[in-house]
């Protein structure tokens, strides 16, 4: 069955707000990026229909097939990518995003400046930080990070924040926290974090970008 995909995000968005009104941060408000990976294209035209425009994918390919067909047709599309990146979708990663959210390493920030100066679309990137410092995930480890946004400055790229996915059955708080206390101390301005299950909490944190998938479009189905 087609979830309310306009009921949910009416839902999430007033959650926000509760939540933003309550540790009195009502102005600012974090932007809401509907994540759409692996949901059937039907549900990211309600969306779309429902007037949301900002989307994120974690996979440059699965997003390529989607939104080279959805982003002329709806004006005024803004797409984060969320997923780790190999340096060889860097060029297509460029032409079609509109934000990079998982900037993790020097060779990636390599390929990525090399491509935004060939496509001449200088993007807003963030860094991707493993606070929980787990193996099989992407994101820089905190003590890189400095290292890493140097670089990245040094390369002409346009650093505006930091991001995290924590480890799942971690509290949040402490990786929130964490993201918060590093984009402070590196001066970067926009902190994404919380998804599904911990968005309320990462506003009531500070958070500038919340990426929800889930409770807006229902469960992914990878069968
Ligand atoms: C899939 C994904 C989300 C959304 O997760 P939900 O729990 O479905 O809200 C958020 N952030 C990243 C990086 C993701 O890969």
Redesign the pocket.
């Known amino acids: 069955m087609m979830p309310d995909i306009k009921a949910n995000i009416d839902a999430v968005r007033k959650e926000i707000t509760r939540m933003c009104k309550h540790v009195g941060v009502e102005e600012n408000q974090p932007r809401l990026i509907a994540?759409s990976?692996v949901q059937p294209i039907e549900r990211v035209r309600a969306a779309l229909d429902a007037g949301h425009r900002v989307f994120?994918e974690?996979r440059v390919q699965e997003a390529e097939e989607r939104w080279g067909e959805l982003k002329p047709e709806y004006e005024g599309v803004e797409l984060h990518l969320?997923?780790s990146l190999q340096t060889n979708k860097a060029a297509n990663a460029v032409a079609l995003f509109d934000v990079i959210q998982s900037v993790d390493r020097v060779k990636l920030a390599k390929a990525l400046a090399r491509e935004m100066d060939k496509q001449d679309r200088h993007l807003p990137v963030y860094l991707q930080v493993n606070t929980g410092r787990e193996e099989q995930k992407g994101g820089a480890m905190v003590e890189d990070l400095e290292g890493l946004l140097k670089d990245c400055r040094d390369l002409g790229l346009n650093v505006v924040g930091l991001m995290c996915?924590p480890p799942a059955g971690d509290d949040p708080t402490l990786h929130f926290g964490l993201l918060k206390k590093f984009a402070k101390r590196l001066g970067l301005e926009k902190l994404s974090m919380g998804?599904?299950?911990d968005y309320a909490l990462a506003a009531a944190m500070g958070a500038t970008d919340i990426?929800?998938?889930?409770?807006i479009f229902g469960a992914?189905d990878y069968s």
């Open positions: 994540v990976k994120g974690n969320i997923g996915i998804m599904s299950g990426r929800v998938g889930t409770a992914r």
